[in-house]
């Protein structure tokens, strides 16, 4: 039976559009930013920034070299938060519908802290909530120092909320992470980057 349900960020809670995060790294100076960026899989600083083995600061003077310039904080913001497309209302109001009735709603996410700049305000949603308003709790891949698919990740989250992998379900766009969740024992659904999964969650449930 279900009691916990895990969802992903970016491609389920939000819409993604990594090629507006590739053309603002670009505009920093980011020739590359192409190959160094992947909308699940992050490499190189970009991977140790979301994998929490460098800090932002850390972040922010490694881009500042790769590019030839000092690069500020709000410019890196700028940059990773091109990933956010949108904040699709049908999403929100039904992560606020399964926690009335009754299911334990948590974020798993690769993010970074300069995503969660913009995702811990309250310009997250255009209502004053932050992401957190719409979760019991969040699990961040830079603060685990932990990313998926590693499936130590998913291993951590049942390990802090004292559950078992039978009573979870875990939505995932990316089909490596799903397939890492799926090993562990968890119940799984990878809708599309952007699909409306709000009536087709409770197949699962």
């Given amino acids: 039976m279900i009691k916990t349900i895990i969802f ?17 790294f670009e505009a920093l100076g980011v020739k590359d930013a192409a190959s160094r960026l992947d909308s699940y899989t992050q490499q190189g600083i970009f991977g140790d920034l979301e994998g929490g083995r460098i800090s932002a600061e850390t972040f922010r003077i490694e881009l500042s070299k790769l590019v030839g310039r000092d690069v500020s904080y709000q410019e890196c913001c700028h940059a ?8 699709p209302e049908r999403n929100l109001e039904a992560l606020l519908r399964l926690r009335r ?4 709603v948590l974020l798993l996410s690769n993010t970074n802290p300069y995503m969660m700049e913009w995702c811990n305000s309250d310009r997250f949603d255009g ?13 961040l891949s830079y603060q685990m120092r932990l990313m998926k698919p590693d499936e130590t990740i998913f291993r951590e989250v049942l390990i802090k909320e004292q559950t078992s992998p039978a009573d979870c379900l875990f939505i995932d766009d990316g089909a490596r992470n799903v397939a890492a969740a799926s090993q562990v024992g968890m119940h799984t659904f990878c809708p599309e980057n952007g699909a409306d999964w709000t009536k087709e969650i409770y197949n699962y449930l």
């Fill in 101 to 104: 009735e009754g299911y334990r």
């Fill in 80 to 87: 990773w938060q091109g990933y956010a497309k949108e904040v």
């Fill in 127 to 139: 209502h004053g909530h932050p992401v957190g308003y719409y979760f019991d709790a969040l699990y």
């Fill in 8 to 24: 992903d960020l970016g491609g389920v809670v939000i819409t993604l559009d990594p090629q507006q995060a590739v053309r603002r």
